[in-house]
Structure formats: C-alpha cells, structure tokens
C-alpha cells in the first residue's frame, strides 16, 4: 500500500530557469514537437503507436535525467522502451493487459520529478489529443519496432520465443534427455515462479532449477561469472490511474490499477560461483519410489475420474466425461503410464462441472489446439511436481495446432500458461499436501500482489508473478 500512497502525493516541481517555448523553429512540419528547454531535450507523439518520445541530445544526456528522476523517489517511473546506448525514452501504452494508454501518465509523473513546468507537461498533453493521421500510407506504416528494432512488443517477444522453440522441435516444457526436471524458483527467497517465467525457464538446459537477479546474488556475495548470459522473464507492475471520480468518503480522486507487463534477468545457479552446490533430487532413473507411486494414485483416486483401461491409445471424451487408457503393462515404465493418465485427467479439468474450458469438435478446430496446448504445458507442471518424465510421446502431432494459435494472438501463450498452472493446481490439489502448499503459496501471491498496489478484486493472484524485490528492470541499472 505504500505504492498507492507515494502515487497519491503531488510532486512539486522544481523551478526552472528558462521558458518553454511552444514550437521550435526549425521543427517539421509534419511532427508536432515539445522543446523541453529546461532540460535540454524535445517530446513528440510516435504517430502509429501514440507513445510519448523524449528525447536527448545524447544517450549521455538522457541516462542523466533517468539518474535525477531515479534521485528524487525510490518509486521510479518504469517505462517499457529505452536500449542501450539510445537517446530516446519512450513512454508508452504497449504492455498494458486491458490496451489501455498509460503514456502520458508515466510522461507526466516522470517530468514533475526532473522539474518541468506545468506549461511544457501541458503542452505535451496536448500533443496526446491531436487525432492520429489515418491516411492510407499512416494505416500501413511499420511500428517504430519494425523500422528500427528499438521497441520491444514484451507479449510479442515471449511469444516469437515459444514459436522459434516449437519449430525446432522442442517445446520449452519438453525435455528428452531428462527423465524429470524441477519446478523453477527463486533460490535466494524459496518462492516458486509462475505462469509464463515457468515455461520460460524451464526452456534452459540446466538441471539446476534455481535462479536470482545479478543483484540478489551480489547480496549473498556470490558472483556471476563473466560471460555468462541470463534468462529473461517478465512480471506485472501495477501503474494507478485516475478514474475521473471522486472518492465520496475521503474526496480524493479514484484509483484504478491498471497491471503492465515488465522484463527481468535471472542467472541459474550454475551461472553463479558461490551459490549453494545442486544437490541432484533423482538418478534420472525411470523406477518410482513407493512414496510418489502413492501419491499419484492418491490422486488418480481422490478425483474420482471415470477411468476405463483396455483402449489403444489414451484419450479423455468431454461428452461422456470419462478417460480411457491403454493398461498399465502398455507403458514403457509405471512413470510414462501415471505422466499418460494425470495428462489425460488434466483434460478431464475442463469439463463444465469443473474449471468449465471449451473442447474443439475436431482436431482442426482451433479450440482443440489451445485445450491441448493448456494439457501438455499442464502436464509439464504436474511433472515437475512429481518427479515424471518430462516430454510426452506425442508432442510432435500437436505442434502445428500450437504454432496456428500462438502466431494469431501474442497473448494466448501467457493465458495457456496461467491456466496450465490452474489445471495443475487443480488435479495436484487432490492430495492434501499439495493442497495446503498450494493455499500457502496462493495467500503468498495475493499478498506479494496487494503490497504492490493490485487491488485484490481485480486480479486472481495465482495468474501472475508480482515479486520482484532484488530485480532490476532492463536497460535502468543505475
């Protein structure tokens, strides 16, 4: 809650030494331009995307502003589009899960800290109600990233991740050479990873499951090794916007959360001298031990699943809401055959008296490529959790159907992964130590969610990453 306070207190501007002048001279006709002589910079409105540019003389110049706004609020603004060794911030309204613009209230609490006047935001502001250029040749322009590279779309860049993974012939949840792999977390805090940053970490080749920022190791005096290249992974910040309403009870304006998507860097532990040595929780051996053998059937049992053996191939009907199996001697080991069945019973989730997801009438359905993306990614997680084999037989015959689906939303692979992570919660919850580490993690989320500002109706925790104390945002280390 001291995010939503810091948000809510007016900053001062510190006072200027020179006037603003409306419109440089020399600027194009063509693009409105902002001179921010205050700071030795200019702001214009991108025309196809309606971001706010600032923009300095040098790279130099610029990192010295982002140091003074850092210099005045721990809680500094946090923009989506600023590279290396670039001389342009954006401000912009990519990220946002509900499309909403936020770009000129991250330009504007980001200009009151560094000291411009009311005048010159205004004048920015003014650019933000210009209506856009709707021409032919605007309609068809490339975005600023397709031209030059410099912004990166976060939905469109996990996305083009999993597709170039999926077109090489391996799934970041698949893993052929191992015979179980871990859940990935956090190894300087205990805290598991969730949704996308699963699948996303769990597309590394190492073993190790646990990983931290450069600086939560710096903390613990351990050190990265040179040369070493981290993983990136993504979390949602919260950024409150003003309703336009007036809070009845304490006259202050309304606020809204509105959840904006944010790139980190994590090292593995194999990456990190000093770290904690790997201690190796299975011998990759395809024999259960009694212990988990008991807890998948504790599962299988618990859920009440109708289950008939004897059948080619394993498949769940939702019309009958019943799972049939090849018998158990089929299956190359007990593994593969309890990993075939909590896959098949993942399907067995969606049914309507259920978690309620729709099943296509046919394979070439696009419903059925996105319930059998959510199964195998599902399967993945339920995996991790018991120690299963990591890949399923028949990935390969699905793949095309995935590919279909993720190349038509830049957003469908984080909901495949959130309501993966459901569906493994949901058949796992079936046994009672699962099911209380999973209320125990669940009440961890809400309240790591709630400290940041995301107002608890708005958001299911479960769907999001939200800690991310000891991370650095790309391209602002200071």
């Known amino acids: 809650m001291a995010l939503i306070k810091r948000l809510q207190t007016p900053v001062t501007p510190a006072p200027v030494s020179k006037d603003v002048p409306e419109q440089p001279a020399a600027a ?86 560094i000291g411009l006047a009311e005048s010159a935001i205004e004048q920015v502001a003014a650019l933000t109600a210009v209506a856009p250029v709707t021409t032919a040749s605007a309609r068809n322009a490339k975005s600023p990233r397709e031209r030059t590279g410099e912004r990166p779309d976060l939905f469109q860049e996990v996305t083009d991740k999993i597709v170039a993974a999926l077109e090489n012939g391996t799934a970041p949840w698949q893993k052929p050479w191992a015979s179980s792999f871990e859940w990935p977390m956090n190894g300087t805090t205990g805290k598991p990873y969730h949704g996308i940053n699963i699948m996303l970490l769990a597309a590394n080749e190492f073993q190790d499951g646990r990983y931290c920022s450069f600086k939560q190791a710096k903390e613990k005096k351990w050190s990265v090794r040179k040369g070493e290249h981290g993983t990136p992974i993504y979390f949602y910040k919260p950024f409150l916007k003003e309703t336009g309403e007036i809070d009845p009870a304490t006259q202050e304006p309304k606020m809204r959360s509105i959840p904006i998507l944010k790139r980190y860097t994590v090292f593995n532990f194999s990456q990190i001298d000093g770290s904690p040595e790997y201690e190796l929780k299975n011998d990759h051996e395809l024999v259960l031990n009694e212990e988990t053998r008991q807890i998948c059937d504790e599962i299988i049992d618990a859920s009440g699943a109708d289950i008939k053996h004897g059948y080619r191939v394993s498949a769940y009907s939702p019309s009958e809401d019943r799972v049939f199996m090849p018998n158990r001697e089929a299956f190359k080991s007990d593994a593969h055959y309890y990993s075939s069945l909590l896959h098949e019973i993942g399907h067995w989730s969606g049914h309507t008296s259920r978690l309620n997801r729709e099943f296509g009438t046919s394979r070439e359905s696009e419903l059925y490529g996105r319930e059998e993306l ?42 495949a992964a959130r309501d993966a992570e459901k569906i493994s919660r949901f058949v796992l919850s079936f046994h009672p130590d699962f099911r209380e580490e999973f209320r125990e993690e669940h009440e961890s989320q809400m309240a790591a969610a709630v400290a940041v500002g995301a107002p608890a109706e708005t958001f299911d925790a479960s769907e999001f990453d939200f800690e991310a104390e000891g991370l650095e945002l790309d391209g602002m280390k200071f």
């Open 28 to 113: 194009p006709s063509a693009r409105r331009v902002v001179v921010l002589a205050a700071v030795d910079a200019i702001a214009y409105l991108d025309r196809d995307s309606r971001d706010i540019v600032l923009e300095a003389k040098t790279p130099e110049a610029l990192y010295e502003l982002m140091k003074q706004e850092r210099d005045q609020s721990q809680d500094s603004v946090i923009v989506n589009d600023k590279t290396p060794d670039s001389n342009r911030m954006f401000f912009s309204n990519d990220g946002s899960v509900r499309g909403e613009s936020v770009a000129l209230e991250l330009f504007t609490r980001f200009a009151r800290r």
């Open 374 to 415: 959510r199964a195998e990614m599902a399967s993945a997680m339920i995996a991790m959790r018991l120690g299963l084999p990591a890949a399923m037989e028949n990935h390969g015959a699905y793949v095309d159907h995935y590919l279909k689906v993720l190349r038509s939303d830049k957003k469908e692979i984080f909901r």
